[in-house]
T-cell receptor
Framework: DVKVTQSSRYLVKRTGEKVFLECVQDMDHENMFWYRQDPGLGLRLIYFSYDVKMKEKGDIPEGYSVSREKKERFSLILESASTNQTSMYLC?????????????FGPGTRLTVL | AQSVAQPEDQVNVAEGNPLTVKCTYSVSGNPYLFWYVQYPNRGLQFLLKYITGDNLVKGSYGFEAEFNKSQTSFHLKKPSALVSDSALYFCAVRDPDTGRRALTFGSGTRLQVQP
């Protein structure tokens, strides 16, 4: 079974703090994703990585950056956290072969910025 | 551009009755379509997908979905609902012809199954 883990289930930070969210997958997947989930808005893509050190902006990248130094690990960084970044953050991974676009998700990190 | 719409915020159904959760999509080419389920305080779990072939796709936990190209729909169905099916359901689409590698998700539909 594919396993995607996220470093924290719940996180509380203060405005202006630098925040790191870590995601690790154990299935050697090339693709990794960061989404945020907000009620009524579904999942929105923040950043996507298709290989080590490779990244693409998603639909809402402002205020976020990412790092992928190893294939299994994809980090989301909030350089200076703000209250509007309070949300559920979901990491996912997938194997980019035709017909196998299935994304596998981690349990999520619920971030509160005070 | 690719997009997906889930027109119902919530669907209520009695246990044992059939259920339908609606999804419509918009892509320029032939879509890859997915359904995911989210239980409280959990990540998303994959239910089923349509890539090509038979329009009726069967997935986990007795769920199925029918791809209808003329109506651009991919509704999720189950013949007999269980209380344990109560959860948040997301439809997602990818248009492989656009080069976009990520899925676009709908806003989600909360399914409530009453005993």
């Amino acid at each position: 079974d594919v396993k995607v883990t996220q470093s924290s289930r719940y996180l509380v930070k203060r405005t202006g703090e630098k925040v790191f969210l870590e995601c690790v997958q154990d299935m050697d997947h090339e693709n990794m994703f960061w989404y945020r989930q907000d009620p009524g808005l579904g999942l929105r893509l923040i950043y996507f990585s298709y290989d080590v050190k490779m990244k693409e902006k998603g639909d809402i990248p402002e205020g976020y950056s990412v790092s992928r130094e190893k294939k299994e690990r994809f980090s989301l960084i909030l350089e200076s956290a703000s209250t509007n970044q309070t949300s559920m953050y979901l990491c996912a991974s997938s194997y980019p072969r035709a017909g196998t676009d299935t994304q596998y998700f981690g349990p999520g990190t619920r971030l509160t910025v005070l | 551009a690719q997009s997906v719409a889930q027109p119902e915020d919530q669907v209520n159904v009695a246990e044992g009755n059939p259920l339908t959760v609606k999804c419509t999509y918009s892509v320029s080419g032939n879509p890859y379509l997915f359904w995911y389920v989210q239980y409280p305080n959990r990540g998303l779990q994959f239910l089923l997908k349509y890539i090509t072939g038979d329009n009726l796709v069967k997935g986990s936990y007795g769920f199925e979905a029918e791809f209808n190209k003329s109506q651009t729909s991919f509704h999720l169905k189950k013949p007999s609902a269980l209380v344990s099916d109560s959860a948040l359901y997301f439809c997602a689409v990818r248009d492989p012809d656009t080069g976009r590698r990520a899925l676009t998700f709908g806003s989600g539909t909360r399914l409530q199954v009453q005993p």
